[in-house]
């Protein structure tokens, strides 16, 4: 009898004591079993499912990465590089890191691209509006107005030779909230290239880096949030390999006053919450950063010009929602999105 209870307790603990111990130990002998982990950051949760060795080490350099790119570009908090850029605003330059020089030259490269659709010096409007705060409130016209005047890309001037940064009126404000996630998934897909990683997952906030397929060689599957439905509810799932797939939406940050919705996204031609027609937009691309910066800009543009500068673009691939709950796809998506919509509300509208 009690031999018999020893051998079970020896079969026990060669089956599930490697899996009891996922969080510590490496997976080398275990390759189809991922490492994930959960942690915050950049206002965000932000998830990791790592296939390959020393998973959980590599986990965390990733999280000390983000965490380095937070300091660096957040308004959130004091002391970081972009905090500075403002505060010098219409005095002088300032030297900036090589990473925050390159964020900043993307974010003036889609300002440009999108004809201002994004616009990096939308801050001070994002500042007024505050919709992160605990009570928002509707500026006044005048207000929305007075600070339109500081909201325009073209006054954001970069020395790329000597790094260093300008705004050119006092006031004005750089805010890297729509791309800034997208840069730190790439970091983390280099990050797990670094280190020899050829399958892993990163979903900062929205914003999913996909590195490789799974281990087996299929296609990961992201699923595209319904944005009228509750967290964990889709509308469809993209099936690809090696690509970023951002997402931007009215759900994410918003309050509600009087019966009207007022959300993040700021259309910095009206100084208003953009109302282009779109209630969500998912960018699949080569990049994370690229992915980030266009979801934001083709929900600012709406559906004609949005799709017109996806499709000018070449390379990168769209999902357009709109308030009338119909769902667009481009050309380069139609073989790999799948239409799942469990509530059954939405249309697929396959061609314009
Ligand atoms: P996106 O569409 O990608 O971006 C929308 C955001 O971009 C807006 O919130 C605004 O900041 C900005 N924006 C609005 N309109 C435009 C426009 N027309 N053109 C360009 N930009 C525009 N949140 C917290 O609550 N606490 C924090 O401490 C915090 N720290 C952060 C630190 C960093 C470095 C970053 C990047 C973000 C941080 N956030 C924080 C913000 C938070 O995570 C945001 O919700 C997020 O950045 C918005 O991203 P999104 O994917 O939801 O939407
Ligand atoms: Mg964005």
């Not at 002391?79 to 925050?100: H, M, Q, R, S, Y």
């Not at 705060?133 to 005048?142: I, M, W």
């Not at 729509?178 to 280099?190: M, S, W």
């Not at 980030?292 to 990168?316: C, H, R, Y």
Request: proline share 3%; with cysteine; hydrophobic share 40%.
């Amino acid at each position: 009898m009690e031999k018999r209870i020893l051998l079970l307790i020896i079969a026990f603990m060669a089956v599930c004591l490697p899996a009891c111990n996922m969080q510590s130990e490496p997976y080398g002998k275990f390759d189809t079993v991922p490492y994930e982990s959960e942690d915050f950051a950049m206002g965000t949760v932000i998830k990791q499912r790592i296939f390959g060795s020393n998973a959980e080490e590599i986990s965390r350099k990733v999280m000390e990465r983000i965490r380095e790119i937070e300091d660096d570009l957040t308004i959130n908090k004091q002391g970081g590089e972009i905090n500075k850029l403002n505060d010098f605003a219409g005095t002088d330059f300032v030297e900036v890191k090589e990473d925050t020089l390159k964020v900043l030259e993307k974010a003036k490269e889609f300002s440009e691209l999108s004809n201002g659709a994004f616009d990096v010096t939308v801050g001070p409007l994002v500042k007024e509006w505050d919709v992160f705060s605990e009570n928002p409130s509707v500026p006044s016209k005048d207000k929305v107005q007075s600070l339109l005047n500081l909201v325009n890309y073209k006054d954001l001037t970069i020395d790329k030779n000597q790094s260093k940064a300008k705004l050119e009126k006092k006031g004005q404000m750089v805010d890297l909230g729509a791309i800034a996630k997208g840069f730190a998934a790439d970091e983390a897909i280099n990050i797990y290239k670094e280190h020899n990683v050829t399958s892993a997952f990163i979903n900062i906030g929205g914003n999913v880096a996909l590195l490789g397929g799974k281990p087996d060689g299929s296609s990961w599957k992201v699923g595209i949030r319904d944005p009228r439905g509750s967290e964990g509810s889709y509308i469809g799932i993209v099936s690809t390999k090696d690509k970023a797939v951002v997402s931007s939406g009215d759900y994410q940050r918003y309050f509600i006053k009087d019966g009207v919705k007022y959300h993040h996204i700021i259309d910095p031609k009206t100084g208003y919450p953009a109302d282009s027609g779109l209630i969500a937009t998912t960018v699949v691309s080569d990049l994370s950063v690229d992915a980030d910066a266009l979801s934001t800009a083709i929900f600012v543009l709406g559906l004609e010009k949005g799709m017109e500068l996806i499709e000018n673009l070449g390379g990168v691939e769209a999902i357009f929602i709109t308030a009338r709950k119909k769902v667009y796809v481009t050309e380069g998506l139609k073989d790999i999105f799948q239409f799942e919509d469990g509530s059954r509300g939405y249309e697929y509208v396959k061609k314009r």
